[in-house]
C-alpha cells in the first residue's frame, strides 16, 4: 500500500472556517433520538426511486466479471497539481441555485489523479435522469486547455454545500470524490481526513484495492430542507456494494449509513467503516531535522469503544519508520474513529494549514456488528502530502459471494467531543529518553508522560488520592511509576518509566483508579524498536 495523495487538502475553497469551538457532548438519550430521527428519514415529494434498486444494481453486478471504468483522455491524467487546480467549477452554476435552496451541488472536474468519470443522476419528481457534463459549468486559466475538453469528459465527484454559519453563505461541508472516499466537516472545521466506502486488503504484503463509487443518485431535497439523501454504487474487482446515506449538516454535519456489500471472491480483509488521514509528527514523537512547526496532523490518536467491556481506549498516533499494523478485538463495538484532541493553534503554529481546526470523525454502529476487529494501519510517510493512516473494523466471519454483508452505522464530523465520551481522557502522550535528566538514568529505557483530564478527574481536589494501573506487553518492564497533580496544567500526569525487550517494540497499557473504582480511558501505546526518539545507535 502506498499513503493517499491528499489533493484537495489547502485548496482555498475548502475552508469552512478558523475558529473552533467545542461541541456539547451528546447524552444517551439525545444520541438515541438522533440515530431514530437519521434512520427514519425524511419526506420529500419524489417519484419513486428506493435504495433496493441500487442493492439489487450492485448484487447483480457482482455476478459479472470486473469491468474498469473507461479512462478519461490521456492529457487529464497527466496534468500537474497547478494546471488541475486551475480548473475551477463555477458557484454560480451549482444544482438547485435558482431556487435559494439551502442544499446545492458544486461538480468537480476529471483530472491528475482522479482517472475516470462517474455517474451522476439527480433524483426529482419527474424521474431519475443522468446529470450532463457542461464544460460552460467550469473556468479555465489556460484558454488551449479549456479547447481540449471533450464535451462529454463527465465528473469526478461533487461537494454538497449548506448555509452553516446563516442564510446568505454558501458552505461547503462534504465531498465524494476519488475511490470511495468522502470528507466532511461540521461547522467550525477545515477540511482535514476522510471517511471511505470500503477498504479492501489495507496494508497487507498483497497490495490495497481501491473499490471506488462508480455512479451516484442525488435525491433533490425541498428547498427548505435541512437533510438530503444520496445513494452510491461501488465497484472494484473483488466486490461491489450499495450504499444510502442520510445527511445532515450542523455543528457536527452526521451522516448515517446504509451499506450492502457482495464479494465476487472472498475477501481477505475487507475494511469497513474506514476512515484516512495524516500524522507527520506529534508530541509523541521527534521534530523531523529544519521544521519550525510544534506538531503537524490531521488526526493524534484512534479512539475505541468495545461494547462487550465497556472500555474506551486510546492509541496515539505515529509516523513509523516501517508500515505497522495493530488489532484490537472488539465484541459489539459500540463506536471508533480517528479524532483530532490537539485543538489549540499553539499546538501547530501553523496559520496557513490550521490544523487546530481538522474535524474528528466518529463512527458508531447501529445495531450489533457482533465479533470483529478494529485494525489501525500506520504508514512512514516523509511529508504532510500523503495520507498515511488507516482505521477500520473488521468482522470475524468471512465475507464471500455466498456470504454477503448488511450492517449500518451513524458517521459524525465535528470536534473530538462527538463521541459522548464520559470518561477522563488523555490530552498529551509525550515520550522521551529513559537515561538522560529529566528522563532517568536507566540505559535502554523510555519516560513516558500522559496527561488525563476531563470527567470525573475535573472533580477531584488535587489532593486526591489517584493511582495508576499500567502493564507492559511484549515481555517489557515497567521500571517505576507515579501520578501527581499538574495544576499549571489542571490534569493528572502519569509518569513512567519502562524498557522493551531486547529488539522488541514497547508495548504499554495504563490508566487512572481511585480506589476501584476506573477513572480514565485505557492508553495504549505501542513504540517500534526502530524510532525516532533516541539517536541511531544508543
Known sequence: MTPFPKLLARRPDDRISLRSRPVLPITQIRRTALLLLLLAGFPHSLAAFEFATVINRAETLATSPFQAPPAVPKFMRELDYS????????????????????????LIPPGLFYGHAVRINIVDAEGSRPLPFRRDAFTFSDPNLAKRIPPDLGHAGFKLTFPLKGQGERNQFLVFAGASYFRGVGRDNGFGLSARGMALDTGLPSGEEFPSFVEFWLLRPSPEARQMQVYALLDGPSATGAYAFTITPGTATTVAVKARLFARKPLGLPGLAPLTSMFFYGENTGRP?????????????????????????????????TLQMDSFTTDNVRGFGLLQRDTDFRDYLDGEAQYHSRPSAWVEPVGDWGKGRVVLVQLPTQDETNDNIVAFWTPDRPVSPEAPL??????????????????????????????????????????LVVDFTGGRLDGLSSRARVTATVTALDDGEILDHYVEYVPAHRCWRLSMLARPAADKPLSLRAFLQSGVDTLTETWTYRLPADNDIRPEGD
Do not use: C
Open 83 to 106: 494546471q488541475y487546480q486551475d480548473i475551477r467549477f463555477d458557484p454560480e452554476k451549482s444544482l438547485w441555485r435558482e431556487t435559494g435552496a439551502n442544499f446545492q451541488v458544486m
Open 289 to 321: 531535522a529544519g521544521e519550525w512547526r510544534r506538531q503537524v496532523h490531521d488526526s493524534d490518536g484512534l479512539l475505541i469503544h468495545d461494547g462487550g467491556t465497556g472500555e474506551w481506549l486510546w492509541r496515539p498516533l505515529l509516523n513509523p519508520k
Open 406 to 447: 448488511a450492517l449500518e452505522y451513524v458517521l459524525q464530523f465535528g470536534n473530538h467531543q462527538i463521541t459522548g465520551e464520559q470518561m477522563g481522557r488523555v490530552v498529551n502522550t509525550l515520550v522521551g529518553d529513559g537515561s538522560r535528566i529529566g528522563g532517568g538514568t536507566t540505559e535502554g529505557a523510555y519516560r
